[in-house]
């Protein structure tokens, strides 16, 4: 049972070479003592291997129980090690992912679902990496899965998709319970990054002054944090959302019109919701200023101008 179980894990995103020798090893082992005990030819050469190390026959089926206890303990103490080699997995799909091999990096993350499925980690970077390919449907479930296990990533995630798909109180309450479960310590991007999608349902709500509130605060970790910013996904959002709430809220031009300017050097083509705001910003830059020359989102240099 345990080599079945073993088997079909390490199986689960193609054998590959350390999946073929983890599974190889125990299965040669348990063959060799299925062979020792259920032929005749294995019991004789288990009688002569006894006799050799001195072990009285009258001790053999002690010796033969002893020889089944250590593999069964060796079997034991490597599914022991499943969550372990789960998480070097993880890794190995994260460096992929990084690197554009996305087919890859995909059955990585699924191998390490596999060997450990309360990895949350795992999880969320397969969510991370279907939402990259418009695949909404799984990236929602696999983020899911990950929030089961409290992580607060994961709830940020979710709470976006959420916004994206017009629930903006279920958005809300997701994000104020990752809130709670993210650590003080956390990342300030991931930080950032709640409160940008915060400060965005409460826009979305009309609930401008919240909106207001909130955004500052994302806003004041990126300007507070600058070693942090390459890091940040979506940088420009929370200038862009923000610079719309203040327009709603009819604050004067020299008030908004420094975060449409942070808006157009941040924010991303590649990114739908930013493609918007972008032409937002465009619109109401070269209102301000028709004769200047201006394209915003074509170079993204990651830096907040003072």
């Not at 969550?83 to 990096?105: I, K, V, W």
């Not at 998709?161 to 319970?177: E, H, S, W």
């Not at 709603?248 to 919701?273: F, Y």
Request: proline residues 6%; charged residues 15%.
């Amino acid at each position: 049972a345990f080599l079945l179980e073993i088997t079909r894990r390490f199986l689960i995103g193609g054998p590959g070479l350390a999946g073929a020798l983890a599974v190889a090893t125990p299965v040669l082992l348990t063959l060799l003592q299925a062979n020792s005990q259920l032929t005749k030819t294995g019991q004789q050469a288990f009688e002569k291997l006894i006799g050799k190390l001195g072990i009285p026959p009258h001790w053999q089926a002690e010796a033969s129980l002893g020889t089944t206890t250590l593999l069964l303990l060796s079997l034991l103490l490597f599914w022991s090690r499943l969550p372990a080699l789960s998480q070097r997995a993880n890794d190995r799909g994260l460096a992929l992912y990084a690197s554009g091999q996305l087919g890859s990096a995909e059955h990585a993350f699924q191998r390490a679902i596999a060997l450990d499925e309360n990895n949350a980690d795992a999880y969320y970077n397969l969510g991370d990496l279907y939402e990259s390919l418009w695949d909404i449907p799984r990236a929602r479930e696999h983020y899911q899965r990950a929030a089961q296990s409290q992580l607060p990533e994961a709830y940020n995630n979710l709470a976006r998709l959420d916004i994206q798909a017009g629930n903006y109180a279920d958005a809300v309450a997701r994000l104020t319970l990752g809130l709670q479960k993210l650590p003080d310590d956390a990342h300030p991007e991931i930080r950032y990054s709640f409160l940008k999608n915060l400060g965005w349902a409460r826009f979305q709500q009309e609930r401008d002054d919240e909106a207001e509130i909130t955004l500052k605060a994302a806003i004041a970790i990126l300007e507070t944090n600058p070693a942090a910013l390459p890091d940040v996904r979506h940088p420009g959002s929370a200038y862009c959302l923000l610079a719309q709430t203040q327009e709603s809220q009819g604050k004067p031009t020299q008030t908004v019109q420094p975060l449409w300017q942070q808006c157009c050097a941040l924010a991303s083509r590649t990114d739908p919701n930013e493609d918007t705001w972008l032409h937002l910003a465009q619109t109401q830059l070269k209102a301000l200023a028709p004769h200047q020359p201006l394209t915003c989102g074509s170079s993204q240099n990651n830096t907040i101008s003072p």
